[in-house]
């Protein structure tokens, strides 16, 4: 009954090879949001769509694009991983934004070699 | 900018007592305030959450308080049992952002 669903759960990449990260919902919810979770941190929102509007945070690197291609699905495109780009990438929905509960997908733990 | 503050960054305790993990904010205008439990390798889950308009709000177990004029809340989990144990993030939603932030998150251990 996975209603937010992350694909894949572990992805190993090299270091300045493009990766992308994979996000869908049955929820039919209007936000997906993309956020990175370093270890024993809070996680910190990289950029939301409200439908198709874009909406990136002042401080999120240019090396991280998203498309939503449609509702249901959305992408994190990685484009020259580095490093300290290492995390866990959680991927939330939620009806509305702010002050509605967000629904978190299990996560893909992001690994650069 | 605005930010959100929690302590403290663990807690232990044993199976029964209470616990409390506090968060304070930055903007007085903040209207909404979750609670998000997230168990190792599992995804944060919203347990419990509560608007500026109320000061309370309890959901058998686990209650979570809003001062508004100290600009603080806090989550109370009483009868703690081992299954508690989890990463707790507390989060406010800002005036003028459309999205929330997101407290560092406190480590509660429950010991049998």
């Known amino acids: 009954d996975a209603m937010v669903i992350q694909n894949p759960r572990y992805q190993v990449t090299q270091f300045g090879k493009p990766v992308t990260l994979s996000c869908s919902q049955t929820?039919?919810?209007?936000?997906m949001y993309w956020y990175q979770q370093k270890s024993s941190q809070a996680p910190k929102l990289l950029f939301h769509?409200?439908?198709?509007?874009?909406?990136n945070e002042a401080d999120t690197p240019d090396n991280f694009q998203s498309r939503r291609p449609n509702t249901s699905f959305c992408f994190l495109d990685i484009r020259s991983p580095g490093l300290g780009d290492a995390a866990m990438y959680l991927c939330?929905?939620?009806?509305?934004?702010?002050?509605?509960?967000?629904?978190f997908g299990q996560g893909t733990r992001l690994t650069v070699v | 900018g605005e930010n959100v503050e929690q302590h403290p960054s663990t807690l232990s305790v044993q199976e029964g007592d209470s616990a409390v993990i506090k968060c304070t904010y930055s903007?007085?205008?903040?209207?909404?305030f979750p609670w998000y439990k997230q168990e190792l390798g599992k995804r944060p889950q919203l347990i419990i959450d509560?608007?500026?308009?109320?000061g309370e709000k309890k959901d058998q177990r686990i209650a979570v308080t809003l001062n508004k004029t100290a600009k603080h809340f806090s989550l109370h989990i009483t009868e703690t049992q081992p299954e508690d144990s989890a990463v707790y993030f507390c989060?406010?939603?800002?005036?003028?952002?459309?999205?929330?932030?997101f407290g560092k998150g406190t480590m509660l251990l429950v010991s049998p």
């Open positions: 939330a929905t939620s009806r509305e934004t702010g002050g509605t509960e967000a629904f």
């Open positions: 929820l039919n919810h209007n936000v």
């Open positions: 769509y409200y439908d198709k509007d874009f909406n």
């Open positions: 903007d007085s205008a903040s209207n909404y």
């Open positions: 509560i608007r500026s308009n109320v």
């Open positions: 989060a406010a939603k800002f005036s003028g952002y459309s999205t929330l932030t």
